[in-house]
């Protein structure tokens, strides 16, 4: 264990300097290069084994299995401003000033699918489902970028399970007595759809069905555009959650009547039947997620009565508490009743990395220079200290 520490430390350490001299002595070999300490140089054929060029999500096969793709920086931005990407990933995209997401089976899988799919039929709903960080939330990131780039209505839940344990603010709900509200978390959510969907709601045209009235003189009108709504929810907090339920059931009748196509994405989906939260009424007793206004509305567009849309849920252990974590399994963390609310659904299995996988993500920190010691046999020490499991390896190389 003291030899594993002491190389831990090492490969934890952040690169002071980039090897300038690799490229000049890449005619050396690798071993006389591991011999010497110094992080190999990565020539054009190496560079191929690792990334690809295909930026693409809808173009991306198992030609491109287990490599990198970057995501251009006004689209990260666009998707990922109000979340969807794991912090320490989101820190690490701030140190290499670069947003790069590794093309994986599960990802592969689940895009087929959806380009395969008969829209016109009921919506289709994929279930995330594995062991603590194999990468469920980056297989949704990657699924999220084809839904931008392909026109889908993004309906996206970065984290349901904050809803559920640590709430900005929680009140009583005005219009529906014994519920509480999320203005704050709601009014946070209608940002982020706003940031992820607002030039293809301009493009689409979308209006509301009905008026909407929100008090004596307040009120939006029939037909008028989604943004005017959304920005209505974003300016009056207060009616935040009632403005996220409205938007939702017009995106779930625009959708039916085939104006738009929605893709949903909740990350944590099996927080929403969790037996109770964090949440205390005003008697001190912990509410169960059904008495929270927001939970509603995402239960009712995971629904299969509406069509041209599909759902990527993710449930996790993770997004339980303590005494609901011994299984990983979709029937295990969803209860009965969210099992049965999701049934039949496609269950999508993401595991650790294959072998092919963890070397690509040995051999792009090599290339960041953020691996900088290479002494014989490191990617054994890597491989046997994390399981190939994505989270724990990257902790294992996370700097100081």
């Known amino acids: 264990m003291k030899m594993f520490r002491k190389q831990l430390g090492s490969l934890s350490r952040i690169s002071t300097q980039l090897q300038r001299n690799a490229i000049a002595n890449g005619a050396a070999s690798r071993t006389a290069e591991m011999s010497t300490n110094v992080a190999p140089a990565l020539d054009a054929a190496a560079l191929d084994e690792f990334r690809t060029a295909v930026a693409n999500p809808g173009e991306h096969s198992t030609l491109q299995s287990a490599k990198f793709y970057t995501i251009p920086t006004e689209q990260k931005k666009q998707i990922f401003t109000g979340g969807g990407l794991p912090k320490q990933y989101e820190q690490q995209i701030k140190t290499f000033t670069e947003t790069c997401l590794m093309v994986r089976s599960p990802a592969l899988e689940l895009l087929q699918y959806i380009k395969n799919a008969d829209l016109s039929k009921p919506a289709v709903r994929y279930v995330l489902y594995g062991e603590n960080g194999v990468g469920k939330t980056l297989t949704m990131a990657h699924v999220l970028h084809y839904g931008a780039l392909n026109d889908f209505v993004l309906v996206h839940v970065p984290w349901a399970p904050n809803w559920m344990k640590r709430p900005k603010e929680a009140a009583n709900a005005s219009g529906q007595e014994g519920f509480i509200d999320l203005p704050f978390d709601a009014a946070a959510w209608l940002v982020h759809f706003k940031n992820q969907n607002a030039q293809l709601l301009q493009k689409l045209q979308l209006k ?12 939006t009108p029939a037909g008028a555009s989604l943004i005017e709504l959304v920005e209505h929810g974003i300016a009056r907090i207060k009616y935040a959650s009632e403005t996220t339920a ?30 109770i939260t964090r949440i205390f009424s005003d008697n001190k007793q912990r509410v169960s997620p ?9 239960l009712d567009i995971t629904n299969y009565d509406w069509t041209n849309g599909v759902c990527i849920l993710s449930v996790d252990k993770i997004a339980m508490t303590e005494g609901y974590m011994d299984s990983y399994m979709p029937r295990y963390l969803l209860g009965k009743e969210g099992f ?42 890597l491989k046997f200290m994390s399981n190939m499991n994505p989270y724990t390896l990257m902790q294992l190389v996370r700097g100081l």
């Open 340 to 381: 049965e609310h999701l049934d039949p659904f496609v269950p999508i299995h993401v595991e650790n990395y294959t072998e092919k996988e963890f070397m690509s993500y040995i051999s792009y920190y090599l290339d960041r220079h953020w691996i900088s010691k290479t002494p014989p046999g490191f990617e054994k020490q």
């Open 290 to 298: 059904d008495r929270i206004t927001l939970t509603q509305p995402f």
């Open 246 to 275: 409205a938007l939702i059931a017009e995106l779930k009748q625009l959708a039916t009547n085939n104006q738009c196509k929605i893709m949903v994405a909740i990350d944590g989906f099996n927080a929403f039947f969790h037996p």
């Open 208 to 219: 509301t069905s009905k008026e909407y009235v929100w008090s004596k003189r307040e009120s």
